[in-house]
């Protein structure tokens, strides 16, 4: 087996030829070849030159954020790895990246031919465009047509530094052999020879906040509310109120969702990949229905990154234990690579810390990372991880060990550039320029690493004394004092509302309480108040107050408070069945104001208006297990109740008597 790195700076076609040429030189009839380029140069120019100097059915690859070898990381470069292996079997194919990634994967593995039978060890290799996010769907196609086998790869990088909502962000590219595509992949299928072994691994390093959260609205993987939060609102407790879209784009990446993962106690990433600020909306990959989802909010710093890619490359190496590979391949998010800055390098270096200094190390930043879930070819391939065993992250590194049968001889890399300036005193100026901030940097990422978490602990007080509050509060009053908040006011407004009131009272508890404990009263009162108070606001009510044994709550309509008041009489209508206690309900419609009473520093916002005291007299006036209801209201709710009296009742502070029907569930 034989493998060769390459890497070319400066003009793209010169560039790519340059780092052809220096691998070819170890590895002149390569089995496979595999080549990423800045998404900042000549795509065409890279890929005409590559195809000049290389067998165009064997290439695969595509753009990138930045590019990983030996060298390490590298930008404005093309990198190129050749791997020519006795025994092994390599088939290509290419697809279009269709709208419905599953048409997508299952068009790439049906253009490869069936594996041998006696095949020692199955892999597919895939680097295709990043658009929807529905990628997962596509890595499960090539495993339900393929059967249980490891997929590695990543998709093409965009330029990222753009911005989320800017095209280029998603315009990338892709080497399918002798084509450049925009929108395209390429699956390389290959059957490895007896003694070959793969191992793999993956990590984030992005750390939690707070505890756990749930997504309460979401257009699939747009994501509205959190936890009854507008989304937006939600990220601006820790970005600032004042932040400007682009800052908050930019920014709002350093906080993604994490999901426990279905077959493995590990997490998914959730990044946010484009924000609609006019919708109230973010959109999360890789993609699926947000809606309900639990989420915990996750930060990222350089240095938990940074460690994030030495437990994937311990989980890797741990898989194969007592051999070092010939080869690592590293699919690293272009995200991770903006995060890290300067010190993109150590990443690379933590992963060669755990394999060796002189392992060599190849592949890219990309637009997402394709990875098994576990770590050995075995458990990948077992029934019970499931059809394809490998999954699509986002903001994540993935690692692939390769180990031949035979030791091989690990391949210098001589940096060929075909510019005239000399990279070494450019790389040398660039990183002092760098160090001189890194302080500044690492002080204000601790800064705001200790702001978020304040921001965050501050939210989750402020969270639970708005769920208490909220309890006690009549929730048209808690929607009016939000709506006042978020507008800057400082007080309800006064108001007419036209309805229908309601006051329900509870016979024979004034009885019940001189004979029992304040502990057996209060329990024997929610008794009833939790099922009757659950029935108004299922019929569109809202309970004003308790009184005592009395409940006061107001209606929109005649029949949402009648179907509400016949649903309660109901309830408690057979004492026998466990109901020790009787209600009854009196019901009248009209105007009534609806102010703040009280002092400055404690106000009730309650109805006032003979409305609600005729509601008041007509439930005094009422027989138990009945509701008595104003003749108004009773025509507006049309034929509900099993039976309905018509009286004139005199009523206490009226001069002249009313109308009303005494009605029975």
Known sequence: MKIALGLGLGEPGMAAEAAAKEALKTVPKPDLAVAFASIHLDQEKVHKALCRNLAPAILTGGSSYAEITNAGVSKNSVAIMLLSLEGLKASFSVSKVFEDCRKTGFALAGGVPPFSKDAARKLALIFGSMTTGYEQNMVDAIGEKLGPLPVFGGLTCGDYDRGMNHPDFWTNYQYCGGELNKTGALLTALELPEGCEVSFGYGHGWEPLGSELTVTRADGPEVLEVDGVPVIEFYRQFLGREAKDKFFELMVQRYGFSIVAPCAERSILKLPVSCDFKKGSIRYFPAEDMSGKKVRLIQASRVSLIEGARTAAKECAGAVPGRKPDLVFMVSCCSRSHILHSRENEEVDAVRSVFGADTPVFGFYSGG??????????????????????????????????YGKDPVKKPALKVRCAAKTDP?????????????????????????????????????????????????????????????????????KNAEFTGVFMFMDVKGFTAYCEGHTSAEVVKALNGIFTPATDLIYKNGGDVDKFIGDCIFACFNSARDASAAARAILLLFREPGAGNTFSVRIGLNGGRAVRGNVGAPGRREYTFIGDAVNTAQRLEANCEPGKALISADIYRESGDMFRSAEEKVIKLKGKAEPARAFLCGA
């Not at 986002?394 to 690692?399: D, G, K, R, Y």
């Not at 402020?462 to 800057?488: C, D, F, N």
């Open 369 to 402: 990372e394709i990875v098994p879930w576990l770590n050995s070819y075995g458990g990948v391939t077992s029934p019970e991880t499931g059809p394809h065993g490998s999954r699509y992250h986002a903001t994540t590194v993935a690692l692939m060990a390769f």
């Open 424 to 492: 070494a005193e450019e790389l040398i100026r660039t990183r002092a320029m760098l160090e001189r901030s890194e302080e500044l940097l690492d002080n204000t990422e601790s800064f705001l690493a200790n702001l978020s978490r304040k921001s965050y602990k501050d939210g989750e007080l402020l969270r639970r004394q708005h769920e208490i509050i909220h309890a006690y509060t009549p929730h048209g009053v808690w929607k009016e004092a939000g709506a006042v908040a978020l507008s800057g006011g400082r007080e309800l």
